[in-house]
């Protein structure tokens, strides 16, 4: 599907600046068998996934489990071993404008004597577009007055901010982000939660953030991808997420547990003792209500129910568990 | 391409890199000027009077020692890119990374023609009130004006070597300690061995010497054919930098 050329040709430059609040043609980047083998590690494994347009979607997984290759592979940085991705089915290399379609922030990377307000300008220039460009999106990312500074003296969350500000540049459709939220303050992790929103919610853009951790994005995020070792684990919604969060287990106490678990064991539900809870059974197969009842019926007392609110953390841990050996190893250095 | 060369410029021109190559290539010329002509006719330092064509010969080409600053210039371009790993957004914005280093190359190229001619003129400036005070300034013509046309060649090339260089090192202490070591200790030592003496012709540093040198040195080539040489070098880094920067993997 090479729907790139047939999108309509790219605004003219002066176009740039009021296009910006316009909705955006949706793009889709489709990742296909991505494989990268550093030495004797395998980075990333038979990688492949999609990211939607008008969503948030969270590419999580612990360090060293190959984020940051994959989103190098992805933007024609690191030259995969197999496996290609596409945006509306055309190659990052292949994109005749590529910052006016995709704009990235993979690492804080800038010379420290040129101010902020220059830096961006270099890369408006590279592109063709208006030097304009790089006031307007300097207080896009609020960094208006700090521009004019040597960017050596930014703080992290302003380096991460100029970092947003390049991506934004070309007014792109598709934005890719690696752990944006490494060094900001919980202020600033709340504002880029809101804009990051409103760019994908608001004016249908393809966004793309990498996070090792899932409770730092888990209220931005509306898709996830969970990788480990270089492996897809998981790819869904955040519902479905949730939904997978420990249900059905239910937290059972009872002065009475050796009988309970007998009674629940005969009514097919699967019981272990509760780790650190004395008297607590682990019940799963069951509902509260029918747990509940059994007991009633059973005449068991009961002094605890409740349904297992096991964490999303929980659950990511879970899935990603396998693979924290693995960020010791030699891939360390892949650290997202 | 055009938009390119000139994004390699705002590059050039938004740090101080420039100024400080700029000033400490003046200082050092001049200064060398002033030298030569202070002992200028002093029958110890063997350098010919004030008013001969060997004195004013010699005392134009010094601003040849700018070579130095110049393929400096060229691979602190380059090699910037990786030292504060700019190199990522650079070719985020230009994925076709072969254009990235022909725009440097292009860029660093004609920065140094102004450049070059700064450095020559503080040489000429130097030379000429100091020997005019001492008897007679150099006319800037005939094999004076081929000297100073050598040297402004030479200083631009220096710096198609440097940027070539940076691209093929990636690493700038590597790269630019590299280069003095090469151009300061490599190429003396080979041209004091009797066994190695005859190809110093054939390296930067004779062809340097070939291009902003009119006597009669046989051991040297002509001043085009130096002129080639260099081309030749500037070329062969040029080349390997840019399949270098091409194939490397950017992490």
Same mark, same amino acid.
């Given at each position: 599907m090479a729907a790139a050329p047939d999108r309509p040709a790219p605004p003219e430059e002066d176009e740039i600046s009021s296009a910006r609040q316009a909705v955006v043609d949706p793009v889709r980047v489709d990742v296909q068998g991505l494989t990268k083998t550093f030495g004797q590690v395998r980075a990333v494994d038979d990688l492949s996934f999609t990211v939607e347009p008008g969503q948030v979607t969270g590419f999580l997984g612990p360090n060293g489990a190959g984020k940051t290759t994959t989103l190098r592979m992805a933007l024609g940085l690191i030259t995969p071993d197999r496996g290609s991705t596409a945006f509306n089915g055309v190659p990052y290399r292949a994109l005749p404008e590529p910052m006016r379609q995709v704009g990235a922030v993979l690492e804080t990377a800038f010379h420290p004597a040129r101010s902020g307000r220059d830096h961006l300008r270099v890369y408006a220039r590279a592109a063709g577009l208006p030097a304009g460009r790089a006031d307007e999106v300097l207080a896009q990312v609020g960094l208006g007055p700090a521009g004019r500074r040597r960017a050596g003296g930014y703080s992290l969350g302003m380096r991460q901010r100029l970092g947003l500000a390049t991506a934004l540049l070309g007014d792109p459709a598709v934005l890719v982000l690696d752990e944006p939220a490494n060094g900001l303050d919980p202020e600033g992790i709340q504002w880029l939660r809101g804009f990051l929103r409103h760019l994908s919610h608001d004016q249908g853009r393809t966004v793309l953030v990498s996070s090792h951790l899932l409770s730092e994005v888990e209220q931005t995020v509306d898709r996830v991808v969970i990788v480990g070792a270089g492996r897809l684990v998981r790819q869904g919604?955040?519902?479905?997420?949730?939904?997978? &969060?420990? *249900?059905?287990?239910? =937290?059972? $106490?009872?002065?009475? &547990?050796? *009988?309970?678990?007998? =009674?629940? $064991?005969a009514a097919g539900a699967g019981v272990t003792p509760t780790d650190g809870v004395p008297d607590g059974l682990t019940v799963s197969g069951l509902s509260t209500a029918e747990i509940g009842g059994r007991a009633f019926t059973g005449g068991v007392e009961l002094h605890e129910l409740r349904a297992h609110t096991s964490g999303l953390e929980e659950v990511y841990f879970r899935l990603t568990a396998g693979s924290e050996q693995y960020a010791a190893g030699p891939a360390g250095k892949d650290a997202a | 391409m055009g938009r390119l060369v000139q994004a390699?410029?705002?590059?050039?021109?938004?740090?101080?890199?420039?100024?400080?190559?700029?000033?400490?290539?003046?200082?050092?010329?001049?200064?060398?000027?002033?030298?030569?002509t202070a002992f200028a006719g002093n029958d110890e330092s063997g350098i010919a009077p004030v008013g001969t064509p060997a004195y004013e010969q010699l005392a134009l080409a010094v601003a040849a020692n700018a070579n130095i600053l110049f393929i400096v210039l060229g691979i602190i371009g380059t090699t910037q890119e990786y030292r504060h790993r700019t190199a990522t957004p650079t070719f985020l914005a230009t994925p076709h990374r072969g254009r990235v280093v022909i725009a440097k190359l292009v860029a660093y190229a004609l920065a140094a023609v102004p450049m070059a001619l700064v450095v020559i003129a503080a040489n000429v400036l130097v030379v000429s009130v100091y020997a005019g005070a001492k008897g007679e300034g150099p006319s800037l013509s005939g094999d004076n004006l081929r000297v100073i046309g050598g040297v402004w060649a030479a200083l631009v090339l220096f710096t198609v070597i440097g940027v070539g260089v940076g691209a093929l090192l990636r690493n700038q202490v590597g790269a630019i300690v590299g280069a003095l070591v090469y151009l300061f200790v490599?190429?003396?030592?080979?041209?004091?061995?009797?066994?190695?003496?005859?190809?110093?012709?054939?390296?930067?540093?004779?062809?340097?010497?070939?291009?902003?040198?009119?006597?009669?040195?046989?051991?040297?080539?002509?001043?085009?054919q130096g002129g080639l040489v260099l081309l030749a070098y500037a070329l062969v880094f040029s080349v390997l930098g840019t399949l270098i920067a091409v194939r490397r993997d950017v992490v």
């Open positions: 919604s955040m519902a479905e997420l949730r939904a997978g &969060a420990g *249900a059905g287990d239910v =937290l059972v $106490r009872s002065p009475q &547990a050796a *009988a309970l678990a007998e =009674l629940l $064991r | 390699e410029w705002t590059k050039l021109l938004t740090t101080r890199v420039w100024i400080g190559l700029l000033l400490g290539s003046c200082l050092l010329v001049g200064g060398f000027a002033a030298l030569f490599v190429e003396g030592v080979i041209r004091s061995i009797p066994a190695t003496q005859g190809f110093y012709k054939w390296l930067p540093g004779g062809a340097l010497e070939a291009m902003t040198a009119t006597f009669d040195m046989t051991d040297l080539l002509s001043a085009w």
